[in-house]
């Protein structure tokens, strides 16, 4: 197949694209996040899971010293939000990201080579607004990870169900109502894994998935006994895409343990952190219950 390259009027097809001159650009001069070597990822050892996997931790995830480095594959959370949600404190800003750093350095160090963190997170408030995805990638590009790209969760094609319109049919003060989230991917060392594994995402689902936009109905609060949750559908997605079978999938904030439900659903093993000891329970709880289904 003849390969395509950049254009300065653009190319209709990507299949063996040849993208060498767009990345020789000054456009990428300075920017400080340089992937390593296949092979020097190679060097890295990489441990096998232990009895730290499998657990749902009742504890803070700034440290995970349970866990030995470059071990886990994947991990995917939402943060808590510092919103007032019955289980978060009243963190000011500067405090919250460094919450939020704590713990990404503590990911980065779980991670293995070529290992990804995908973070869910929304963005806040109207007056004024809180673009936190922004700040979350200074956050973790100052962590050395490395950006993937990020994907829009639409978890609503209406809003039948929010009328927080500001000035009703008038410019004098109109407000935007949300219907999406983030989903922010980020890998450690590489934009690649230097080991291989049984990758087990169908042809249509990887269509699907590599799109920037996933259109997944949002979780009930109610029906899954946690104030903030993400469906599990979410969660399968992200580790169809991006882990191999049996790889070990961690959330540092794991609330009512969705992650760990679909890893175990997946055949993936898990890890999890929980400040709250109802919400551990919980999380154990649907694990036993769901995680085989």
């Known amino acids: 197949m003849k390969k395509t390259k950049t254009s300065g009027f653009g190319v209709g097809k990507r299949e063996s694209h040849d993208s060498s001159e767009f990345y020789s650009r000054t456009l990428y001069d300075g920017i400080s996040a340089q992937p390593a070597s296949v092979g020097e990822m190679a060097k890295i050892v990489v441990p096998a899971p232990g009895e730290w996997a499998d657990r749902i931790y009742n504890g803070s995830s700034v440290d995970m010293s349970q866990i030995p480095d470059n071990s886990v594959a994947l991990a995917f959370t939402s943060p808590p939000y510092n919103v007032g949600k019955n289980y978060e404190g009243d963190l000011s800003l500067a405090e919250y990201f460094a919450l939020i750093g704590d713990v990404g350095r503590e990911v980065y160090r779980v991670l293995r080579p070529g290992g990804r963190y995908v973070i869910n997170i929304a963005n806040l408030g109207r007056k004024p607004y809180i673009p936190l995805h922004a700040y979350f990638y200074q956050i973790h590009l100052g962590l050395d990870f490395l950006p993937m790209g990020e994907i829009i969760w639409q978890k609503a094609s209406g809003a039948s169900g929010n009328c927080a319109?500001?000035?009703?049919?008038?410019?004098?003060a109109p407000r935007l109502r949300d219907l999406h989230e983030y989903l922010l991917v980020f890998a450690k060392q590489a934009f690649t894994r230097p080991d291989?594994?049984?990758?087990?995402?169908?042809?249509?689902?990887?269509?699907?998935?590599?799109?920037?936009?996933?259109?997944?109905?949002?979780?009930?609060?109610k029906r899954t006994g946690h104030p903030a949750p993400f469906p599990v559908a979410l969660a399968a997605r992200?580790?169809?895409?991006?882990?191999?079978?049996?790889?070990?999938?961690?959330?540092?904030?794991a609330g009512s343990g969705t992650t760990c439900v679909a890893a175990a659903q997946l055949q993936r093993r898990y890890v999890g952190y929980e400040l709250a000891p109802e919400y551990c329970a919980l999380a154990e709880a649907r694990i036993r219950a769901e995680g085989k289904d």
């Open 196 to 221: 291989r594994g049984e990758s087990d995402i169908g042809r249509d689902e990887f269509m699907e998935s590599t799109l920037s936009i996933w259109q997944i109905p949002a979780e009930s609060a």
């Open 238 to 253: 992200v580790i169809h895409l991006y882990s191999y079978v049996e790889d070990v999938i961690l959330d540092p904030f």
């Open 165 to 172: 319109w500001g000035s009703w049919m008038s410019a004098k």
